[in-house]
């Protein structure tokens, strides 16, 4: 699979919809830089997923659509890594995860080149 390319000074949109397997008062997000299997941890704007778009208390069975932003700062290297994306409940538990693979690089747009691209995320091991 090739990476996602994530540009230095650009703030990408997160927007995840699960449907809860366990009830709980909130949840908080926690994000991750994978590089040899080491989870080195990456600062999001907003962790509590109350704010980010899911109605608390969060209800067994209801589906919620969680959206965040995830900020790639002009001073970060380039490198390729795998970003992991975990949202756990008030006691720990899992709510979703996923990874991506991602490559940091700076912004180089030619003119009229700019494209959309998707990926498909991959569920996180437990």
């Known amino acids: 699979t090739q990476p996602c390319l994530l540009h230095k000074g650009t703030s990408y949109s997160i927007n995840v919809t699960f449907a809860s397997k366990i009830e709980s008062?909130?949840?908080?997000?926690?994000?991750?830089?994978?590089m040899l299997h080491v989870?080195?941890?990456?600062?999001?704007?907003?962790p509590d997923g109350c704010k980010s778009g899911i109605q608390c208390p969060i209800q067994k069975g209801h589906s919620y659509s969680y959206l965040n932003?995830?900020?790639?700062k002009s001073e970060y290297p380039s490198i390729k890594l795998i970003v992991k994306w975990e949202?756990?409940?008030?006691?720990?538990?899992?709510?979703?995860?996923?990874?991506?693979?991602?490559?940091?690089?700076?912004?180089?747009l030619c003119k009229g080149s700019l494209k959309r691209w998707w990926?498909?995320?991959q569920p996180c091991l437990l």
């Not at 008062?25 to 994978?34: I, N």
């Not at 989870?39 to 907003?46: A, G, K, L």
């Not at 995860?97 to 991602?102: A, D, E, G, L, R």
Request: glycine residues 4%; charged residues 25%.
């Open 25 to 34: 008062q909130g949840s908080k997000a926690r994000v991750y830089g994978e």
């Open 39 to 46: 989870d080195i941890p990456f600062p999001i704007p907003e």
């Open 69 to 72: 932003k995830l900020p790639v």
């Open 87 to 108: 949202l756990v409940d008030d006691q720990d538990q899992m709510l979703f995860c996923w990874k991506i693979p991602v490559q940091i690089t700076s912004l180089k």
């Open 119 to 121: 990926y498909r995320t």
